[in-house]
């Protein structure tokens, strides 16, 4: 029976450190976002939101074709990276992880959101009232009463992360122990009519997406119903 290769379990490295960094970086990039929506009284506040859930309703493709275009050579983000003494971001793995955070954005910044907006505005007064500063209350009553709300967007990035197909293979190729993640991989296993080297990695794939649906629901029906 065939078994996965060397350069299988490399994609799968690389799977796992691509869905890592950019979860990180979705955290610490979502976090102030999905404050600001939650707190903010702002016209623009529909208009950063619709921005922001972009990805949920636009195909893979045109994202990862605009990523493509600005990130290219004469796109604006391609100059500003080469005149930074970066290089070109496609094609590479600072590439993926600029468009895996950019397509998995709305998964993490949703359920901090969420979350915030169910803590209310009295928790924060009350810190006030014992003479707690703006960074006191968010980092000492904000982010704790919100932890559920961080913990399922952290399992959501990084298992969207893990799943991307149109992005990746948009802005980084297929270049083995680079670019090449499952999802491209299992792509091209079956290009080449390698079935059994497929069902590997997809059944792989289908494991640990039921095991990060199984976690979502078991932590919605502690709380009380919901997914969050």
Known sequence: ????????????????????????ILLLVGTPIAWWLARTRSQWKGVVGAV???????????????????????????????ALGIGLLP????????????????????PVHNAFEAIGRRPLEVAATLRAGPW????????????????????LGFAHTVGEFGVVLMIGGNIPDSTRVVS???????EALEYAEA???????????FLVLLALYGRGRQAGGGLG
Do not use: C, N
């Open 136 to 155: 006191d209350s968010f980092f000492a009553v904000a982010l704790p009463l919100a932890r559920p709300g961080f913990v399922t967007a952290t399992i």
């Open 91 to 110: 094609f590479s793995f600072a590439g993926l992880v600029v468009g895996s955070v950019i397509y998995s954005l709305p998964f993490v910044v949703q």
């Open 1 to 24: 029976m065939p078994s996965l290769t060397s350069a299988d379990w490399s994609a799968v490295w690389l799977t796992f450190k691509l869905a890592t960094v950019s979860t990180v």
């Open 184 to 190: 491209v991989a299992i792509y091209d296993h079956v």
């Open 199 to 209: 069902h590997w990695l997809s059944a792989g794939m289908l494991v640990f997406s």
């Open 52 to 82: 922001v859930a972009l990805p949920l309703v636009l195909p893979p493709t045109v994202i990862g074709f605009y990523l493509l275009v600005a990130m290219g050579p004469e796109g604006p983000v391609g100059r500003l990276t080469e």
